[in-house]
C-alpha cells in the first residue's frame, strides 16, 4: 500500500465514491464518473472506485475506457469475483471474444455459484456462430435464474439460428411479457420498447415492430447515446438500424431507407449499416 496516500485523503476518496453511488441511483451519470475519477486521483489504489467508473463507463458506452479500469480493478485485488465478471462483460461488447471467455472462466473459478456468467458465455458463443454451446450455457443461466433477461434474449435468437422457432417464440415472448410489465410502470422507457421491438421483428409480427422502435427512437434523449439494459447494450445507431430493418420487412422501403441514413450519419464506418444499405437500396441515392 501506497504510504504517501493520508488518511486524509482516503477519506475525501470514500466522500466522493459514496458521492459517486449517489449520482448514479439518479441517473446522472456523467455527475457519477467525475466523482468517480476524483475518488482515483485522491487514493490511486482504491480498487472498488476503478471498477464502479468502469460499470460508469459502460453505462456511457466507454467500452474500451471500461476496460481499461476494470483491468486496473484486478491488478490491484486479482481475486475479486467481480471485477473478472466486468472485465469480461466489456470485452464481449469490444468484440475481444477470446479474452472475454478467458475472464468468465477466471470469475467462475472464483465463484462458481456465479450462474449468470454462463448467460454472458453464451452470449460470447452466440457472437462467434457457436450456437450449441450458447444454447447449452444459456439454459444454465436460466436453470438458476429464470429472470436472467439477456440470456432468455440471447437464447431465443440462438434457437433461430438453429432453425428452431416453436422453441424461439417461447423465449421472445417471455422478454416482451417482461418489458411489458417495465413499460407500463416507467415513462417513456426507451430500452423496454426497444427490446419489445426486436422480439417482435424476431416473431416477424414487422408492424408491432415498428411501432415498438419508434418509440424508442422517440423517448431516447439526447444525454444517452448507449443504452445499457439487464446487461445488453445498444446505441442510438442501431436504434434507427433496428427500426429500419422492420420498416423495410414491413414493407416501407422509404421510411427504412431514411433511418438506415439516420444510423450511418451516427456511426459511417459500421459496416453491418453500410452492408444493409447496400444491399436493400443498391447506393445512398438509390431507391
Known sequence: MNSKITIEDRDLANQHFDKGLSFDIRGKINDAIYEMEEAINCDPEFAEAYNKLGDFYMKRGLLAKAAEVFQKSIELKPDVENSHFDLGCAFAHLGRYSEAIHEFERALFLDPKHYEIYGRIGHVHLQIEMYGEAVENLKKALVKDQGDIMARYNLGIAFMKLSRPTDAVVQFEKVIEHYSTLVRLKDKYAEGH?????????????????????????????????????????????????????QLAAGDKKAAKDNISRALELEPENQRFVSFQQKMFGNADGL
Open 194 to 246: 426497444y427490446y419489445i421491438g426486436k422480439c417482435y421483428y424476431f416473431l416477424q409480427k414487422y408492424e408491432k415492430a415498428v411501432d415498438y422502435l419508434k418509440k424508442a427512437v422517440e423517448y431516447d434523449t439526447e444525454a444517452v447515446d448507449y443504452h445499457y439494459s439487464f446487461g445488453m447494450l445498444y446505441s442510438d445507431a442501431e436504434a434507427f438500424a433496428s427500426l429500419a430493418e422492420a
